[in-house]
């Protein structure tokens, strides 16, 4: 049985639909993640889980039991908050024993319970500080531990990391991911961030406009993307337009230069198709040493170097291509305006229909 | 928010609105009827042509007029300095500022009286101590009104680049700091506006001409005409309050409330 | 002297600048000496020193102690602060809470603070008028009720006593609070609901842990300012009464303003003082519950 089933559900909100026709099934300790641009339904969506708003249609079971309508305080789910909503007039110690305290637990249950959850985010010295005395990143673990002191059987981060500096983003996602996996505990994680939930998933749900894109592993999302604006969304992308001139073949027409794809990015479709072509930035590279199945000839347009990766601007006929390619002290840069090569296998190339979105 | 939670929010707030409005709809109500059974403005007509009313009403005004003036000319340099060359002196005008709330009108008037009525500083009798005090009074609202309007622009910037366009210090106090704290000034002064044509206790014993002292008097002597005053002084709060809503477009922050 | 201070001046010498620099508001404060403190000074002077010989004295101050007079118009001034303070915080409170937080139309809010705003200015003689209008013996409201059989003067009310002056005060009092408490409401975050709810908290639990504790400075703040503006309140008192029914420390000051009433000029002073002393502590008290609200609701 699966742990948490949310069915065909969607909401409304005075005539205007923001989540439809919504189905996940979600096993007992996975971690998965909401990704999607903002107004796309996913906060909406975690928060029907919670409780604070109910569905217009379909049906949320957990545990085998429906709890599509129970109010919040009674489905035992723990939410962290993107604004962390802690208690300021609560210690941190009063913040992550509130919910034992409400449940009437003991006063040494409740200390026990405490000391344990300030061992698992290592805040043990900070027990008797005000939530204003902590950094944002330190307030999001105790957010963390009080949802945790509860023994929620699922835990729902809402955009947890969102306001947050980029390094403490980074190494608290990586222990939120830890202290998950630790405990077990089924998870349900909201972001625009794609990076984010790649790297913090097991699986994936890109949304779109209260719809679901594609569910997936990070693998599956990123480099199988289902839809153009799964494609769009999650990583960069090179696209352009162009015209299927031989479906057999598998071969493209981009304003008269020819690329070829793969048999699998064929099925369905037909030669005279005009079609959306996008290539992902680290499957091009210079054609000096190794030839694949496309070779085009493009000029150089600019160079930004971006730490651990290099991307080169290409211009390949009238369109401009981005390639990324490892950094390395001893990598030999091109110089802008150089004529060169590059090259890319036929998988690569992934062919979507009509406009792009994102 | 439950349905419960709603029924009690009207409750609260119906019950807010009939204290509000029921004095006022029974004030109006009775200023109509100056003549026995009929409903007519005659309280209004007698109140306009009282020759007490004529000199009282604008003396109010002049007060009002000269207060505003004073105040944007003693606090507007003032706090417009401390930001730009004297932070130090912050806090102690600050302090001062806010003192007034602490002296009651009527102590102060009693301060007033008892200082400057006595050789050599015998000025208990000149009008300009009234409109001095009324700008004292002001201070907590007009000089919070200015600074919070100071801190909205960069007060340093607009400074250095009139300076390097070769403005002098008046160029810039009156050209670039005053149009740009206009907004700020005018609702400062609106609501002085307000409380000076409301104030009472100054104005009786520093016996100076006035409309609250006015009608105070009415009160005592007449019964419809009183009615009457209190609609005309109650419409000029409501302008002035609406006048600082469209200017200022936003909620007025909370004022402590005046000379009551 | 600090980086910045330098950079704006950048003609001059420091050092000089500095000096030329404080000139700029000597006008401020040599207007502020002469109308304000140099008056206000006055009074505390003269508490403290003999009417006839000019020497320090604790007399009038002990004097003030003794008088059953003056103690029993510090005692009415400070009741119908406490009562008025506390009714208009609490009908305040909910009135506010119920136009930000209550689930009411969006306009209702601007309104409110509309009428606020208009409400705690609307005081002094017009106010007392409005309501001899609608609760003197022959009032509109007191009328209406007569016509259904309820005459309230026949239950002891008085527009001119206690109770009365008590109700014409909450009429400024609780505009004030729905406009100092509104910052406050503001600060109260949606998740802390959400986040109390989540952890199964009932709506109940929620005010009790974490909502009203998180008030709670801002409230007895607030309550002790709005004690403040009732103890200072002195038109309002004075026309409805004509001075004589409510002794209020106010009351007595504008009788002794009058003419000597207390036959005491000394004693004069040091009830002026008195209430100096006493609205003192009402603002520093306001503004360190202030600090320690905004601590939290920032």
Known sequence: MKHLILKNISKEYGGTTVVRDFNLEIEQGEFVSFLGPSGCGKTTTLRMVAGFEMPTTGTI????????????????????????????NMTVAQNIGFGLKIRKETESAIKERVDEMLALISLQKHANKYPYQLSG?????????????????????????????????VSLRSEIRAIQKKMGITAIFVTHDQEEALSISDRIVVMYEGRI??????????????????????????????EVVDSA???????????????????????????????????LSFAAELKKDNVLDCVIENITFLGSVVRIQV???????????????????????????????????LVYSGEATA | MKRGGVIWSWFWMILGILYFFLPLLATFIFSLKAVKDVYSFKAYVNVFNDPAFQLRFPASILWSVLTIIAAILIFVPTAYWVRLKVPKARPVVELITLLPFVVPAIVYVFGLVRTYSQPPLLIVNSPALLV??????????????????????????????????????????????????????????????????GE?????????????????????????????????????????????????????????AGGH | MSQSQKRDAPKAR????????????????????????????????????????????????????????????YSLSIKISIVTALGGAIFGFLLAYAAIRGGLPRFMRSSLMTFSGVASNFAGVPLAFAFIALLSPTGMLTNWLKAVGFNIYDYGFTLFKFWGLSLVYMYFQFPLMVLIITPAIDGLRREWVEASENLGATTFQYWRYVAFPILLPSLLGCTILLFGNAFGAFATAQALTGGSAMNLATIVIGAQLRGDVLGDLGLGYAVAFGMVIVMTVVMIGYSVLQRRAERWLK
Not at chain 1, 216 to 225: A, K, M, S
Not at chain 1, 315 to 336: C, Q, S, V, W, Y
Not at chain 3, 49 to 64: C, M, P, R, V, Y
Request: aromatic share 12%; with cysteine; net charge neutral.
């Open chain 2, 132 to 197: 001095a005090g009324y700008t004292i009074l002001s201070m907590p609202y007009m000089y919070r009104a200015i600074d919070t309007g100071l801190r909205a622009i960069d007060v340093q910037t607009l400074t250095e680049a009139a300076q390097s366009l070769g403005a002098g210090w008046g160029t810039i106090l009156f050209r670039v700091i005053f149009p740009n704290v206009r907004v700020s000034i005018l609702s400062g002064a609106f609501l002085s506006f307000a409380i000076v044509m």
């Open chain 1, 249 to 283: 073949q598998g071969l493209l027409n981009m304003d008269g230069i020819q690329f070829k794809t793969s048999q699998e990015e064929m099925k369905g479709r037909s030669t005279g198709d005009k079609i959306r072509m996008s290539i992902r930035p680290e499957r």
């Open chain 2, 200 to 256: 009472y206790t100054l104005a009786q014993y520093l016996a100076k001409p006035a409309f609250a002292p006015y009608i105070a008097l009415l009160i005592q002597n007449k019964a419809y005409e009183p009615a009457a005053a209190t609609i005309i002084s109650f419409t000029l709060i409501w302008a002035c309050m609406g006048i600082i809503q469209v200017i200022g477009g936003q909620e007025q922050s909370g004022q402590i």
């Open chain 1, 137 to 169: 990143g330190q307030q999001q673990r105790v957010a963390l531990a009080r949802a945790l002191a509860n023994r929620p059987q699922v835990l729902l981060l809402d955009e947890p990391l969102s306001a947050l500096d980029a390094k403490i983003r």
């Open chain 1, 213 to 242: 894109e594609q569910v997936g592993t990070p693998f599956q999302v990123y480099n199988f993307p289902e839809t153009n604006f799964v494609a769009n969304f999650v990583g960069t992308l090179n696209s352009a337009e162009a």
């Open chain 1, 61 to 88: 079971t957990m545990n085998g039991a429906e709890i599509t309508n129970n109010p919040p305080n009674q489905r035992n789910v723990g939410m962290i908050f993107q604004a962390y909503a802690l208690f300021p």
């Open chain 3, 14 to 73: 420091p050092v000089s600048q500095m000096s030329w620099a404080w000139l700029g508001v000597m006008p401020f404060f040599i207007f502020a000496f002469m109308f304000l403190l140099y008056p206000s000074s006055t009074i505390v002077v003269r508490t403290f020193q003999d009417a006839e010989t000019g020497s320090f004295t604790l007399k009038n101050i002990i004097n003030l102690m003794r008088d059953p007079y003056v103690l029993g118009a």
């Open chain 1, 315 to 349: 211009k390949i006929g009238n369109a401009r291509f981005n390639m990324d390619t490892f950094n390395n002290p001893f990598l030999e840069l091109p110089k802008i305006g150089d004529k060169s090569q590059v090259t890319c296998s036929q998988e690569a190339v």
